[in-house]
């Protein structure tokens, strides 16, 4: 047998069933004339069984004496669902990150994965994909690697007057054939709103290289951030 524990009405036209976010946050420190400045959006397709979505994020930090930090992302990805909670899915991504060193990181891949909690609240998916990714660093060097992406999704909403979400992401890439290198990358926000379609949002974001290619490169890179965003 089979439950309903959602219902999401299908719009007839693209334009008006694209969804999505834009959310922007600043700050600035006095003290060391630090500046820091965020900018992301998401938007996203759905039709019957099929979702696909685009995220962008950007980041930039500025202080005297010190070098500007910078980091970008761009994700497309496609998915459908199949019967009994499973899951395709398929990616394309790009990242930039100035604290790794990391001038440009390409990222094709697809696989497979299951819902092992879907309810009106919550969702936790798990899911698997071997990918192929090409690097260039800071120092000129530039490689190809072949990752092993085993990702974990969980998303838990509370809708009433003013929507609550809490959304998080860890993935762990083992690098195939990298001589013990693996990668981490995890992604923890919340959002409430605060009047219709406006959110404030907290969000924390941690990435992590335990053999950079670069011998300049950082092993990690951590952020949080506050924002406002907009839902369209």
């Given at each position: 047998t089979q439950?309903?524990?959602?219902?999401?009405?299908?719009k007839p036209h693209f334009w008006s069933a694209l969804d999505g976010k834009i959310r922007a946050g600043i700050a600035f420190a006095?003290?060391?004339?630090?500046?820091?400045?965020?900018?992301?959006?998401?938007?996203?397709?759905?039709r019957r069984s099929y979702l696909t979505k685009f995220d962008f994020g950007y980041r930039y930090s500025r202080q005297d004496d010190t070098d500007?930090?910078?980091?970008?992302?761009?994700?497309?990805?496609?998915?459908?669902?199949?019967?009994?909670?499973?899951f395709y899915?398929?990616?394309?991504?790009?990242?930039?990150n100035s604290q790794?060193?990391?001038?440009?990181?390409?990222?094709?891949?697809?696989?497979l994965g299951r819902f092992l909690i879907q309810s009106n609240r919550s969702d936790l998916?798990?899911?698997?994909?071997?990918?192929?990714?090409?690097?260039?660093?800071?120092?000129?060097?530039?490689?190809?690697?072949?990752p092993l992406i085993l990702a974990a999704d969980y998303l838990l909403a509370f809708?009433?007057?003013?929507?609550?979400?809490?959304?998080?992401?860890?993935?762990?890439?083992?690098?195939?054939?990298?001589?013990g290198r693996w990668r981490l990358s995890f992604t923890l926000n919340f959002e409430r709103e605060?009047?219709?379609?406006?959110?404030?949002?907290?969000g924390i974001t941690e990435l992590y290289d335990s053999q950079p290619p670069s011998a300049d490169a950082e092993k990690n890179d951590f952020s949080l951030t506050t924002y406002l965003g907009w839902s369209f």
């Open positions: 439950n309903v524990v959602s219902l999401e009405r299908l006095q003290q060391n004339a630090k500046t820091d400045f965020t900018l992301g959006a998401d938007v996203k397709y759905v500007d930090v910078y980091s970008l992302s761009a994700n497309l990805a496609h998915g459908r669902q199949f019967t009994g909670r499973w899915i398929g990616f394309l991504d790009g990242a930039r790794l060193s990391l001038d440009w990181r390409s990222t094709i891949g697809g696989g998916g798990v899911w698997v994909a071997p990918a192929y990714a090409y690097e260039q660093y800071a120092d000129g060097s530039s490689n190809s690697t072949f809708r009433g007057a003013h929507d609550t979400d809490i959304s998080s992401r860890l993935a762990v890439l083992p690098i195939i054939g990298g001589g605060i009047v219709k379609d406006l959110n404030l949002g907290i």
